[in-house]
């Protein structure tokens, strides 16, 4: 499986982004995906994730602002992003796990895009 993310950009706080992961592979819609992000200096961090029956799960920190979707059919995975803070800036990672369900941490996944950077100015 290989994952293509974008979608990322510089925003005001209180804006909105919606991130984009594309991926290629036949079993796309059996797998559970996941976005992390890691901001400079920090460790990586699990945000959200969706299982193959699109049950979502999201880190505390973004209950409530952030939603995490999938088009199986397209192959994809999205993140949308809404009142967005100065603090939820990172480089943003799309994952995938060759499991049906969604687990917080990075050693989960076994497929990972490249990254797309949200820079949230204040």
């Known amino acids: 499986v290989q994952l293509q993310a974008s979608g990322g950009g510089l925003v005001q706080a209180g804006g909105s982004l919606r991130l984009s992961c594309a991926a290629s592979g036949r079993t796309f819609s059996s797998y559970a995906m996941g976005w992390f992000r890691q901001a400079p200096g920090k460790a990586r961090e699990f945000v959200a994730g969706?299982?193959?029956?699109?049950?979502?799960n999201y880190a505390d920190s973004v209950k409530g602002r952030f939603t995490i979707s999938r088009d199986n059919n397209k192959k994809a995975l999205y993140l949308q992003m809404n009142s967005l803070k100065s603090e939820d800036t990172a480089v943003y990672y799309c994952?995938?796990?060759?499991?049906?369900?969604?687990?917080?941490?990075?050693?989960?996944?076994?497929?990972w895009g490249q990254g797309t950077l949200v820079t949230v100015s204040s």
């Open positions: 969706i299982t193959w029956t699109s049950t979502t």
């Open positions: 994952a995938a796990r060759t499991s049906h369900l969604v687990v917080s941490a990075e050693y989960g996944y076994n497929y």
